[in-house]
């Protein structure tokens, strides 16, 4: 399991955090303090919880471990010191609730909100196929998931397609009868595919065997991100012809064998094939 370098310093900085919390609570309780105590055993159990919410996608087991922990941890103060116990569930619901707004609400809220923008058409004749590509840009500056999405149009135009491309919102096309391809981009955010793409996907009827190109970007874990939007295709009957994922964090060349997420999307729409069948008339 590929584990970003980032976290290594996030687990340092998170015991420093729990043993700091440990010493106060130490002391609090040596000379009797009940506030002292109540928070800083809120402030773990909040730590706890905030770690737990973080991780709920990606590593269940490791999140309601967590979880039990700090139930078990504030029944035992109820039952055994109530005033500290009711004071401490305080302070961990207003620290999960600062992380919660901060976080799942303010950042990812904002990342995931939709971008509407015009369908524009690439290629000419589309002697080869047309294709419909769909993806959610994000609100960085770099639009990355945007950058790599035309590299991929651009390898499909060099074989000979017609493309149009857009972002998802409630103004997408739906009625994708006369497209050959559909081609879905979504980031990864807390190891789910962007809200936006789903939300689209969840708008169209039944794909009766349209093929579907997935392609999820993120820091270097998108491997649930790309089985969920994978499986999401498949309950609509659509036929994942290919998913890809790209990374801005970890080396590309892992799977790829290059490094430029351009390049990569380049190459893989200049080699996609579509059986004649599959195609419109």
Known sequence: MYTPSSWGAASVV??????????ALLVAWLYGNESGMAVSVGALLGLMISIAWALRQYLATVSLTLLAIAAAITITLGLTAPPVGLRSAVVAVALFGVWFLTYDVWF???AQTEVVSVVTRLGSDGHAGR???VHHQGRGPKRFQAHVQRAFAEGLQWQGWQVDITTASHTTPTDLSRYDLLVLGAQSYNWCPARPVVDYLNRLGDLKG???VIVVSGGGMTERAIRVLRERVVKKHGAVVDAIEIWTLRPNEERHGLSDPRAILFRAGARLTIPQYQRTA
């Open 131 to 133: 294709a419909l590509i």
């Open 108 to 110: 990812t809220g904002r």
């Open 210 to 212: 349209k093929p579907v």
């Open 14 to 23: 998170v015991f420093i955090a729990i043993m700091g919390l440990a010493d």
